[in-house]
């Protein structure tokens, strides 16, 4: 470290960007839990321009010294992530009044990015990776440098335009405008194939942003862990007969890196018993320590008596398995160890880049393979998948409950020649969880991942918060139809044991499930406790994985039954619609929990500062945001959003939705073509 970045405060450092003079190198830190290396995909000629890409960031006088830096870490790692230029202070979600910033939207959304980064939060925090093996926040440290300097120079009449991590600029707009727009691998449609990621990745020109890292919105396990819970919790009641509880149950799944420890604590909230394999080491060990999951077994031996011993005595207990979940699932079978629930959260949207690994080959092997002899991986990983869906169909045939969760498993598994299509030949066998579960329970009556942080950074403002919250749900429950009081009964349950859970990581955030009506009468709520002093600034947001924010035809828009699950008109509807009624930050994505290509995803972030524009901010913004979903649900013949959005056309009278006709079948079936 130069003798001037020594001297330089967090304010100073978070000024300058691009550091005046260049940084003394930093050595690779060994020990780290560090982003697979990518694929070696770019022709000489497209290496020098990733070089000549990153270079433009930077004064010529350090061209010559940069060039071979960031030529070594493109064969290094098949991406240039700056590592130089990586600030030296922590990287963690401070108090929004600790950021220099002349607006405090522009303050919060710098604690919403620096929280993506955290390493408490972030899975390869060095490559600015917040989950999913793939899911950058930016493409590189020069990015994050510059980002937030213009916002800390940002004023409330300018908007900055983010490109894949890229800051193009501060641009003058108006104050009702939202002050961040990003975009994350919006590519053209012939060149959004894997390869084509792979390519534009690596010359700096793209990136994949996931759902809600690439938005910064992004909260550590607990936004997963929430709708997993809603998820086990829902299959439990599926599966079970009447006075049946999930004590002693089998929930068997994989994936503790990528999807982090969502669903060994959804487990224990459900009250069963998780098996949640990983590969990783250093992913189970983390999530072990972190708590968010109870006990640690690398043997299988010790696995099953483990396991069995959970069974008989009725525990509720999550166990992570240090080992490939395809020998979970044989050896269980072989063992008869019957499994209740089955499901999978490996990042399989990005198969080929250590989303999910083959079985018989060790970790270290694979990674090796990744990089150096990725056609073999890609064969070995094909291989896999269809020994896991063997697997898998012959629990099944035992009684096993299995549903995809939405992490493309199918959708790979039948391309490489898995046994998971259905007799027809266009469907899966198996349905998602969207289908099954959240699409018809909660999604179609507007229920999703409303999510805030309290930008205080006080555990005693999440408290409160979580305590309004509460208050606010319990008041519009008693009015409530029975059509949605087992979802309200849910989140009301939820919120009350939030704080025992545990779930805080990084920023004092919280998530629950709401609907429209919930998510605007718990704001108000918020705004008011802020405008009287009780609380901080509260940034809120949700998941993309939402009722309006994503169309993904294998996952959140699976049961959309008339033909138009393939289109994207919702998701970019949305990321508009919320820009002109009051969103602070905006973002639209490629890509995002089942992988580039294969979805469209848009989210937002709003600041609540107890003022009377925040309010009406946030009648306008979220009333859109939830029912711009529940209408087109409802178009497509959706029984429960059709219930839905009547209900809040009759309590909001300028809203005026298109209804569906439904046709009789006989006079279909009586139709000759």
């Known amino acids: 470290m130069s003798i001037q970045e020594a001297n330089l405060s967090f304010e100073q450092q978070i000024k300058q960007g691009i550091p005046s003079e260049l940084p003394s190198a930093k050595p690779y830190l060994a020990g780290l839990n560090r982003a697979p290396k990518r694929k070696d995909i770019l022709t000489q000629d497209e290496k020098q321009l990733a070089v000549r890409n990153a270079l433009r960031y930077f004064p010529k006088a350090w061209h010559k010294e940069l060039a071979a830096e960031f030529a070594q870490e493109l064969k290094d790692f098949g991406r240039i992530y700056m590592y130089r230029f990586k600030p030296n202070y922590e990287l963690k979600a401070r108090s929004v009044h600790d950021y220099p910033a002349k607006c405090q939207q522009a303050a919060a959304i710098m604690l919403m990015i620096d929280n993506n980064l955290d390493p408490a939060v972030a899975q390869h925090p060095e490559e600015l990776i917040t989950y999913g093996g793939n899911g950058a926040v930016f493409q590189n440290w020069a990015q994050y440098l510059l980002a937030m300097k213009y916002l800390s120079e940002m004023a409330e009449d300018q908007t900055l335009h983010i490109y894949s991590g890229h800051p193009m600029g501060l641009f003058p707009s108006s104050k009702d405008a939202p002050r961040v727009v990003v975009t994350n691998g919006m590519m053209i449609p012939n060149y959004s194939k894997p390869d084509d990621w792979e390519k534009f990745n690596a010359l700096g020109v793209t990136q994949y942003g996931q759902m809600t890292a690439g938005s910064f919105m992004y909260i550590g396990p607990q936004g997963i862990v929430h709708g997993t819970t809603i998820t086990v919790m829902n299959a439990f009641r ?244 029975e059509e949605i009081q087992q979802q309200m009964q849910d989140n009301i349950t939820w919120i009350k044991d939030a704080k025992q859970n545990k779930l805080v990581v990084g920023s004092q955030a919280r998530i629950l499930y709401a609907d429209a009506q919930g998510r605007i009468e718990i704001a108000k709520a918020f705004n008011n406790a802020i405008e009287r002093g009780e609380i901080g600034p509260v940034v809120l947001g949700r998941d993309h994985h939402d009722v309006s924010g994503t169309d993904s035809p294998f996952r959140e828009t699976s049961n959309i039954y008339d033909g138009s699950r393939f289109t994207a008109d919702m998701a970019i509807h949305n990321v508009i619609g919320d820009s002109f009624r009051g969103a602070t930050w905006v973002s639209i994505h490629n890509g995002g929990g089942v992988g580039w290509g294969e979805v469209i995803n848009g989210g937002f972030g709003m600041l609540l500062d107890g003022s009377a524009d925040a309010e009406r901010r946030l009648q306008s913004m979220l009333m859109f945001d939830v029912n711009n979903g529940i209408a087109r649900r409802s178009w497509a013949r959706n029984e429960e959003a059709n219930f839905a959005i009547k209900r809040e056309m009759a309590r909001t009278p300028k809203l005026k939705v298109t209804l569906a006709n439904v046709v009789d079948d006989d006079i279909l079936d009586d139709l000759s073509f």
């Open 238 to 481: 599926k599966v079970l007969e009447k006075g049946q509880t999930p004590q002693g149950k089998i929930f068997l799944t994989a994936g503790l890196g990528g999807m982090s420890g969502a669903q060994p604590k959804a487990g224990n909230i459900a009250n069963c018993i998780t098996v949640c394999a990983e590969v990783n080491p250093a992913a189970a060990t983390k999530r072990h320590q972190q708590g968010w999951v109870d006990e640690l077994i690398d043997n299988m031996d010790e696995l099953v008596a483990r396991v069995q011993k959970a069974q008989a005595n009725e525990e509720v207990v999550s166990i992570a398995f240090i080992g490939n979940v395809v020998d979970v699932w044989e050896t269980f079978y072989e063992q008869e160890i019957f499994v209740h629930l089955g499901s999978d959260q490996t990042s399989l949207h990005n198969p080929w880049s250590g989303g999910y690994y083959p079985v018989d080959i060790s970790y270290e092997e694979s990674n090796r393979l990744i990089r150096e002899e990725p056609e073999l991986f890609k064969v070995k990983v094909q291989e896999t998948l269809k020994r896991h869906a063997d697997a898998v169909n012959k629990h099944t045939a035992r009684g096993t409950y299995f549903f995809d969760y939405g992490n493309a498993f199918l959708l790979e598994a039948s391309r490489a020649g898995g046994d998971v299509m259905a007799e027809n030949g266009i469907d899966f066998k198996y349905p998602s969880y969207v289908q099954d579960i959240l699409g018809p329970m909660c999604f179609d009556y507007g229920f999703g991942p409303f999510r805030w942080v309290c930008t205080s950074g006080k555990p005693e403002d999440l408290d409160k918060t979580d305590a309004i919250a509460a208050q606010v749900l319990n008041k519009i429950m008693a009015e409530s139809p």
